[in-house]
Nanobody, 123 residues
Framework: QVQLVESGGGLVQAGGSLRLSCTASGRSSRNFAMGWFRQAPEKERELVAHISWNGGATYYADSVKGRFTVSRENAKNTVYLQMNSLKPEDTAVYYC????????????????WGQGTQVTVSS
């Protein structure tokens, strides 16, 4: 019932920055908990960041702590992932995903997904 659209991916050199955006649309008026996942070729989908429905709580995977920041602007129905000091191992397809309520690290429990945006970090 909710549609998510990601943007902002691309090719960047190691040490560079990108900002991903995820905009939601649909008939539901509530705000959702939002996660950012990534999936590299032949690897499992991994939760990298999460933000609560009101922005009051965030989570980061150890591999991105201190480099990535998740935020949201509910008036614009948009969630962001600011990625700094990018490394080649950050290369993956990045997805935003919504959950009706609460935190989960399990991608199988999320209700709404974007189509993904490719992030490639060169050495």
């Amino acid at each position: 019932q909710v549609q998510l659209v990601e943007s902002g991916g691309g090719l960047v050199q190691a040490g560079g920055s990108l900002r991903l955006s995820c905009t939601a649309s649909g008939r539901s008026s509530r705000n959702f908990a939002m996660g950012w996942f990534r999936q590299a070729p032949e690897k499992e989908r991994e939760l990298v960041a999460h933000i609560s429905w009101n922005g009051g709580a965030t989570y980061y995977a150890d591999s991105v702590k201190g480099r990535f920041t998740v935020s949201r602007e509910n008036a614009k129905n948009t969630v962001y992932l600011q990625m700094n000091s990018l490394k080649p191992e950050d290369t993956a397809v990045y997805y935003c995903a919504g959950r009706i309520f609460g935190f989960s690290g399990d991608y199988r429990t999320y209700d709404f997904w974007g189509q993904g945006t490719q992030v490639t970090v060169s050495s």
